[in-house]
């Protein structure tokens, strides 16, 4: 999204209020997050020193996210592979490589969106359900580039990927898909 507009400012100040100066009124969290779901841009300063606060607002825009019941995104082996980036010979790349990552997906989403559009119907479920095996083959590659000689406690990650049945590609199927996928990252984050 390149555009000419400069962004809005966005004032914080010592008693936490956000202060909008294009609309002059306080700002919630909640409201820079609709903001950042418009593709708004904005920057944070800090009203009294001035200093540039925008990634740590957004870390925190992140941090409530994640409390709300039901909206986890990064599921915690990823956090505490991120932790251990931190300080590492790799932590330079991480960003670039993140990004690179981020931009990849919401490709890859608008093609799912208008695959979904296009055929809606059964067909659109198998669409989504090869997309789902997509993402997640590109997100897995890309964690063992990261960690190629990252040890696991108790072994090695159990890479098996089951596949439906053919023509299976019914609602039921991709549930006990996504269920069979919940319990292994549950299983890895208990470890």
């Given at each position: 999204?390149?555009?000419?507009?400069?962004?809005?400012?966005?004032?914080?100040?010592?008693?936490?209020?956000?202060?909008?100066?294009?609309?002059?009124?306080?700002?919630?969290?909640?409201?820079?997050?609709?903001?950042?779901?418009?593709?708004?841009?904005?920057?944070?300063?800090?009203?009294?020193?001035?200093?540039?606060?925008?990634?740590?607002?957004?870390?925190?825009?992140?941090?409530?996210?994640?409390?709300?019941?039901?909206q986890?995104?990064?599921?915690?082996?990823?956090?505490?592979?991120?932790?251990?980036?931190?300080?590492?010979?790799?932590?330079?790349?991480?960003?670039?490589?993140l990004?690179?990552?981020?931009?990849?997906?919401?490709?890859?989403?608008?093609?799912?969106?208008?695959?979904?559009?296009?055929?809606?119907?059964?067909?659109?479920?198998?669409?989504?359900e090869?997309?789902?095996?997509?993402?997640?083959?590109?997100?897995?590659?890309?964690?063992?580039?990261?960690?190629?000689?990252?040890?696991?406690?108790?072994?090695?990650?159990?890479?098996?990927?089951?596949?439906?049945?053919?023509?299976?590609?019914?609602?039921?199927?991709?549930?006990?898909?996504?269920?069979?996928?919940?319990?292994?990252?549950?299983?890895?984050?208990?470890?």
């Open positions: 999204m390149a555009t000419d507009k400069q962004p809005t400012v966005i004032k914080k100040y010592a008693n936490r209020r956000l202060y909008h100066t294009g609309t002059s009124t306080y700002v919630t969290l909640e409201d820079l997050a609709g903001m950042v779901r418009k593709g708004e841009d904005f920057i944070v300063n800090d009203a009294k020193s001035g200093d540039d606060i925008t990634r740590s607002v957004l870390t925190q825009i992140i941090f409530e996210q994640e409390n709300k019941e039901g986890n995104l990064l599921p915690v082996t990823v956090l505490r592979q991120l932790i251990r980036f931190y300080g590492d010979s790799l932590q330079a790349l991480v960003p670039s490589y990004e690179f990552s981020m931009n990849n997906l919401s490709q890859e989403q608008q093609k799912l969106r208008d695959q979904m559009t296009q055929a809606f119907g059964p067909s659109a479920f198998q669409a989504m090869e997309q789902v095996r997509k993402n997640m083959s590109f997100f897995t590659d890309a964690m063992r580039m990261f960690a190629p000689f990252a040890k696991t406690p108790g072994g090695a990650l159990e890479t098996k990927s089951e596949q439906p049945a053919e023509g299976a590609g019914d609602l039921e199927t991709l549930k006990r898909q996504m269920a069979d996928m919940q319990a292994k990252l549950d299983k890895l984050a208990r470890k």
